[in-house]
């Protein structure tokens, strides 16, 4: 892992259940004692696992990083719909629970039916209490004052499911998809695909493109000051923007790069990370001539 500065980078944090990715980005504000901090897609509050921070400079990366496949582990509880699709709800629909050898058998043909019509290229319904905006209202803020709104079917891509453990009501599956996929909605629709009702109980994301929950550090580990005095080390973005090509500058293409010049291309790609003592200096694209147009431009910033 090439190093980063201390005052910019990333970090893998596994966040805890009833914490919003909100939450956690105040967390991270307070041990990095800067507010230049966001985050690379949104975690469920009742959910755990993978959130991925970015800190200083490299908040202007985030367009860039690589966040795909998510995968999840997940609970499915069969026998009741929930306003939320999660357990933090009310439930609002009952039915039998399917037969124990659909949920119990790794290979049974009805529960992989059922699974093959949520994988692939597919379209779901959002859950109602979701992020989705109604009329320029986050569907949430409606449902939180009783109003049910139709939301539109969105694409989603789900790569797989996989049979990890069940007892007589509940599946656990981890699930590989792309961004934008609500588990919620695909335990509700299996629900429904076998002939019952279910809902997410448990929620972890365990990896987030390159970025994996096994290199996170705990929320406890978060004190205020913990990031900037080195006590948490942030991680370099590098290792998150997938295939980009990487080029060392030397003196002169590192003037180059403060004047706003093109450098010349010495690698091949499309798009580049320069680099500039271990810590990547700017992200660039080709352009006609083997040359690389700065794009965005990290050296001398304020982190």
């Not at 319904?125 to 969105?154: M, N, T």
Request: charged content about 20%.
């Amino acid at each position: 892992m090439i190093g980063a500065p201390a005052h910019s980078g990333v970090l893998y944090v596994d966040k805890p259940a009833g914490r919003s990715s909100h939450d956690m980005v105040g967390v991270v504000r307070r041990a990095a004692r800067t507010r230049r901090v966001g985050h690379a897609g949104t975690l469920d509050p009742f959910a755990t696992g993978l959130l991925v921070i970015a800190v200083g400079t490299a908040t202007r990366l985030l367009p860039y990083i690589v966040g795909e496949p998510k995968v999840y582990d997940a609970t499915i509880q069969f026998g009741a719909d929930t306003n939320t699709d999660d357990g933090t709800g009310i439930v609002v629909r009952e039915a039998p629970v399917p037969d124990a050898a659909v949920l119990a058998d790794p290979v049974h043909a009805v529960r992989l039916a059922a699974e093959a019509i949520l994988t692939g290229h597919i379209t779901q319904i959002p859950p109602q209490y979701s992020a989705k905006h109604v009329d320029g209202v986050r569907a949430y803020d409606l449902a939180r004052r009783g109003e049910v709104v139709d939301l539109a079917p969105v694409p989603v891509h789900v790569r797989g499911w996989e049979w990890r453990g069940a007892s007589e009501s509940t599946l656990d599956v981890r699930i590989t998809c792309g961004g934008g996929t609500y588990i919620r909605a695909l335990a509700r629709d299996l629900g429904r695909a076998l002939g019952s009702a279910a809902h997410c109980s448990v929620l972890r994301r365990v990896q987030s493109g390159p970025a994996s929950v096994d290199h996170a550090v705990s929320f406890d580990a978060l004190a205020p000051g913990s990031v900037i005095d080195g006590e948490v080390p942030l991680r370099s973005p590098l290792e998150l923007l997938g295939d980009m090509a990487t080029q060392i500058l030397d003196e002169e293409g590192l003037v180059a790069l403060r004047f706003g010049r093109t450098l010349e291309a010495t690698v091949p790609g499309a798009q580049v990370a320069l680099l500039h003592e271990g810590a990547i200096a700017a992200l660039g694209v080709r352009t006609a001539g083997d040359r690389w147009q700065p794009r965005v431009v990290l050296i001398g910033a304020n982190g």
